[in-house]
């Protein structure tokens, strides 16, 4: 009863025409014209999941090829493009899109509001990051295609110079990487400049800055920090196209140009962007941790001002990246410095989390269980992350599996983590029905195990001397059992991810009703219907504090009252 | 239970436009992108193995400069008469900021035309080619892009689809328009006077 | 001193993971022998140890870390689970304490300044270690997949296989590496040695390593450097002044010439061979591949993708994508017997 729009008389096409055929049509066509922030984020959604399908496959692709040394599985030509592609894919075609399809889908919601600030610019962004992920991956079939050798871009993610340019790659598989993140780099753009315009625009009355959702807070950041960090590897990309097409000299060691100018900027970018995939990651533990310990979140000015924090210091400690690159000691110390200083917000929000649950009553759902999980493995990477920031230790280090282990344990067990989560928590706003709680389990317990079989192990084989990007290794160096362990923990998470999808269509169809509001909670999209329907709200919400609904669940005793 | 929230709130509720916002927002962007370029030619002046260098070609184009900064006059001029609906006068200070960003676009492309057929610098002549045609070239695209608004917007101005209700969005376009100016600052003091 | 002091505090706290480690360390130990696991665990020369010393301190806070934080965490969700028989009551609501706000975010910063301080120590002794004299010299040159090491006092050329005099604490003999790339960027990394440095083309790098004991210590290249970038290893051979001197004697020989081989020189001079190798005291000068000058005192070829037996030099000049797909060197189209003929001759270069 609740989607149903009301019949005005004339507006109807009722000729009677064959069914399934027009109803297929008319619902694709709904789809690829939308201009509703929920079903463009419900598209983006979809998007990243394919491609975590396939970066995943990527990534199984390369541990079946380092299970022991002197492997055949792939050629190191083969393997070189799958690993640029799996990092290349899981950032710009998994990470950037999920969080922000999360964004666009709960950021209205959450504030009130009837979309976003920009409809038609957010349904033109998301085709153009969509476009990007294609043009990328058509490098597997195009690029071998006319003009000569070439497929997908095999130089890393990072594509460092001078091996990007046309003397020593040869070929289009480069020119895919950078045109095709330069198109969904304007993608984007257009959702920040979206996602920033709607969050100070059109908040529903009463609600302040302070009162906004920490969800909303953190994506109002990271949006503004991405108008800042996507822009600078846009600029190096069309510099490098320049230098591939026109002839142009930016990293052309031989007449003088600099790789280390590809470096930093690479890593102007490289840097903050990091911080783009985990703060959106913060504010769903943000909004989770709370309603599942039954308790406020604890210190919210002081996350907000963490989170602020945070994308500040971020700009300035790109260089930690780069320890091993020839700087000056002081240089060096300097970024060390830096570094180590974005350690102490971040910390202040997992002890604002731990404060949280402390005192609280926790209930062990699905969304609970990978948000637990993610707190324990978000305080080991941040602890890793101390360790490559202490710049001699990073001189052995940096470029090691240690390094590998570090960033999969903040993107996987991290940002990942919450992705799982914040599925599990809003598919019943979405769709109207419960994800199954029993398949969440497996999922959960699965993919926990195979993970740290992965990457607990992956810290080891770096200690012990083994640097990336390395199609194959020697057999006499003592890493073959380990390698093959991590091999091995990473066919685990492939099972826990296909129960997960599973889990996603068949609870879509056999999913207990969720209801409005299944799991009590106090932020503004609970208090509409499951799905919501395409106004969003039947009238503009009024509120009085940060969380409206506990206000209205406890008339006698609001936050109110408390807030400041 | 899916009651909506309606508490009573006495306070007035103001917030800011949003098209400000948006384009405040790409702006910054913008900004950042153009920062990295200007980085980029600030760390390869002196560092060109050979050619022309900057001093050997380079004008510095006053008159360019003198008509592109009027341009924000002029708009500024424009944005004053919509507010009080003279769209005449409008369309007037309108027409003449086109008229002065097309005598900056033509003068850069006479400037190019002599550097490259006279002088013999391109972009792949040397790391000084390469920044001076990548940076002017992004700017000068930026200006294209905004004489393609301004000329639709004149347009749309001439056939009557643009009144006195639409000051606001004439505003937003101006800052875009001032952008534009405020970055040919930069690059004209980078170019011109730091690196020759 | 303070500085002993605080070396001596900084040994104190690391001491139960001393044992950690030196068990990794243990099983990862190298003996004199040339298969030896490169651990940064194991080091076996100053910087490496320095590095060592401070990584073992840094653990210790991290760790301290953890097992606070994790516990209090591991805590909180046993004590404060909702149990079965609850009364759906909503716990007391805590909205935040500024108290609490500032103690964890000041003893944070107290421990940031600790960790910055030591860590700032170690850099500039390490980076800034003034060179002794008797320190020797020596010019790597990163290639797309091998590296070129020259000693430009001695007048040798060699490649991928370094050969350096072990130093000791007395009399200090480290060796000074110039570090160069011919192509991309590329890092030359013995983690038992010294933390890796970069060869960045059109910047040059300098690194040090002060090698303590005699042997074989293995690392590779440690920045993407293309297609083959896994197979551009790295052998450095620690020796003692006598082996060391015994080396760099039979290093600066011009190349063998042996008249029974007389037919593979000429193959290699005539057959295209001369544009990329040199090799001392014959026509070919080429500088795009490695100096032969001495292959045979290798033990391996192609930077370390196969061992130096007659077998693998006959694979590698008929089809090096055989060894190492992707190899910048072309297959030569010889036929059998000129293969023959010339692996006799390399074979004889000593």
Same mark, same amino acid.
């Given at each position: ?210 009162? #906004? ?46 790789? #280390? ?78 570094? #180590? ?76 983590? #919450? ?146 | ?196 | ?350």
């Amino acid at each position: 009863m609740a989607d149903q729009t009301l019949p005005i008389a004339g507006t109807l096409d009722v000729t009677p025409r064959e069914r399934s055929q027009a109803m297929l049509l008319e619902w694709l066509h709904g789809w690829v014209v939308t201009v509703d922030h929920k079903r463009l984020g419900i598209l983006y959604v979809v998007y990243a999941i394919f491609f975590l399908l396939v970066a995943g496959a990527e990534a199984l692709a390369i541990r079946i090829q380092l299970a022991w040394p002197g492997n055949h599985f792939l050629s190191p030509q083969v393997y070189n493009r799958l690993f640029t592609m799996h990092g290349t894919t899981m950032v710009f075609l998994v990470g950037m899109p999920i969080l922000f399809g999360f964004a666009n889908y709960l950021v209205p919601l959450m504030i009130g509001a009837r979309d976003m600030a920009f409809p038609r610019l957010n349904a033109f962004s998301f085709w153009l990051t969509a476009f990007g992920g294609l043009l990328l991956y058509y490098s597997f079939i195009g690029g071998f295609g006319l003009y000569g050798m070439g497929s997908a871009p095999d130089v890393g993610w990072f594509a460092y110079a001078p091996l990007t340019a046309k003397a020593f790659s040869p070929g289009h598989a480069t020119d895919y990487w950078a045109l095709a993140l330069i198109v969904s780099g304007f993608g984007t753009l257009g959702t920040a400049i979206n996602i920033i315009a709607t969050t100070l625009s059109m908040r529903c009355r009463g609600m302040t800055l302070l009162r #906004m959702p920490l969800f909303v807070w953190l994506m109002l950041v990271v949006s503004a920090l991405t108008l800042v960090t996507i822009t600078p590897l846009t600029a190096a990309q069309i510099m490098l196209v320049i230098d591939r097409y026109l002839g142009g000299h930016f990293f052309d060691t031989q007449a003088g140009g600099s790789a #280390m100018v590809w470096i930093h900027f690479f890593w102007i970018f490289g840097h903050p962007e990091v911080y783009v995939l985990v703060m959106p990651a913060f504010g769903i533990a943000s909004e989770i941790i709370p309603v599942f310990s039954r308790k406020a979140i604890f210190g919210y000015p002081a996350m907000v001002a963490a989170s602020v924090g945070i994308a500040f210091v971020s700009l300035g400690v790109w260089a930690h990246h780069m320890f091993t690159v020839g700087m000056t000691s002081v240089g060096n110390t300097f970024f060390v410095l830096s570094t #180590m200083l974005v350690g102490i917000p971040t910390g202040i929000k997992l002890f604002n989390w731990l404060a949280t649950i402390w005192g609280g009553k926790i209930r062990f759902a699905a969304p609970m269980l990978f948000s637990i999980g993610f707190l324990f493995q978000f305080l080991i990477a941040g602890l890793t992350g101390i360790m490559l920031s202490v710049a001699p230790w990073d001189w052995q280090l940096h470029n090691s599996y240690f390094v590998v282990a570090h960033f999969h344990y903040v993107l996987v067990g991290g940002i990942v983590f #919450m992705i799982f989560a914040g599925i599990y928590y809003w598919y019943p706003k979405v769709t109207g029905r419960l994800l199954s709680e029993t398949l969440g389990k497996w999922h959960f317990w699965l993919f926990l195990i195979g993970f740290h079989i992965t990457f607990d192990t992956m810290h080891f084989v770096g200690f012990l001397g083994m640097p990336r990007s390395i199609y194959t290794y020697e057999p006499d160096r003592g890493w073959n059992h380990l390698n093959f362990v991590i091999s091995v923990g990473g066919m685990i998470q492939g099972i826990a991810v296909l129960i997960f999808a599973g889990n996603l269509v068949d609870s879509y169809f056999r999913g207990k009703k969720a209801g409005s509001d299944p799991w009590d909670a106090w932020t503004l999209e609970w208090s509409t219907q499951s799905p919501p329907p395409s106004y969003n709200f039947a009238a503009d919400p009024v509120v009085r504090s940060r969380r409206p609904l506990w206000d209205l669940k406890h008339p006698d005793d609001p936050d109110w009252k408390y807030e400041a | 239970m899916s009651a909506i929230p309606v508490s009573p709130v006495a306070e007035a509720w103001h917030l800011p436009s949003r098209g400000r916002v948006g384009m405040l927002s790409l702006i910054t962007g913008e900004t950042a992108i153009f920062t990295i370029f200007v980085v980029a030619y600030v760390f390869y002046i002196g560092k060109s193995l050979s050619g022309p260098t900057p001093q050997q070609v380079l004008d510095i184009p006053i008159f360019n400069t003198i008509c592109l900064l009027s341009s924000s006059v002029t708009i500024w001029l424009a944005e004053r008469q919509i507010e009080r609906g003279k769209m005449r006068a409008f369309a007037a200070w309108w027409a003449l900021t086109i008229a002065l960003g097309v005598v900056f676009i033509v003068g850069t492309g006479l400037e190019w035309h002599k550097l490259i057929y006279v002088d013999g610098l391109t972009i792949r002549t040397n790391l000084f080619g390469t920044t001076f045609y990548s940076l002017v070239g992004l700017h000068a695209t930026h200006v294209v892009v905004g004489l393609i608004g301004l000329s639709l917007i004149l347009l749309f101005t001439l056939t009557g689809h643009v009144r006195e209700e639409h000051a606001e969005r004439i505003q937003v376009f101006a800052l875009y328009w001032h952008f534009v100016d405020a970055v040919w600052v930069v690059v004209f003091t980078v170019v011109y006077i730091v690196g020759r | 001193m303070i500085r002993e002091q605080s070396a001596r505090a900084i040994r104190l706290v690391s001491m139960p993971l001393l044992c950690v480690a030196s068990a990794i360390a243990r099983q990862a130990a190298w003996a004199d022998g040339p298969q030896s696991s490169p651990s940064i665990f194991a080091p076996a020369s100053t910087p490496a140890s320095s590095i060592l010393g401070l990584s073992l301190f840094v653990l210790a806070i991290t760790g301290g870390i953890f097992v606070t934080v994790g516990g209090l965490l591991a805590w909180a969700i046993i004590r404060y689970r909702a149990r079965e028989d609850d009364d759906g009551s909503e716990p007391v609501q805590i909205y935040g304490s500024t108290q609490v706000e500032l103690a964890w975010t000041v003893i944070p910063i107290l421990i940031v300044v600790v960790l910055f301080l030591t860590t700032a120590r170690i850099i500039f002794a390490v980076q800034d270690a003034p060179k002794p004299r008797a320190a020797l010299d020596v010019t790597v040159v990163g290639h797309q997949y091998w590296w070129e090491f020259r000693y430009p006092k001695l007048g040798i050329v060699t490649a991928n296989e370094l050969h350096v005099p072990v130093s000791n604490a007395h009399d200090p003999k480290p060796t000074y590496l110039h570090l160069l790339s011919a192509d991309v960027d590329h890092s030359f990394w013995v983690p038992q040695l010294a933390g890796k440095t970069d060869l960045i083309p059109n910047h040059p790098n300098e690194t040090w390593i002060d090698p303590l004991h005699t042997g074989l210590y293995v690392g590779q290249c440690a920045q993407f450097c293309g297609v083959e970038h896994a197979k551009m290893l790295l052998r450095v051979y620690v020796e003692t002044p006598e082996q060391f001197a015994v080396w760099v004697r039979e290093q600066q020989q011009p190349g063998m010439q042996e008249a029974s081989v007389a037919a593979g020189r000429h193959i290699f001079e005539t057959e295209a061979c001369t544009n990329c190798h040199r090799i001392a005291g014959t026509a070919a000068a080429g500088t795009f591949g490695p100096d032969l000058t001495h292959l045979m005192s290798r033990a391996t070829i192609a930077s370390g993708a196969a061992p130096n037996t007659p077998e693998n030099l006959r694979s590698w000049i008929e089809d090096p994508d055989h060894l190492k797909p992707g190899a910048l060197m072309p297959a030569m189209q010889l036929n059998d017997e000129q293969v023959n003929q010339l692996v006799a001759y390399l074979s004889t270069l000593h």
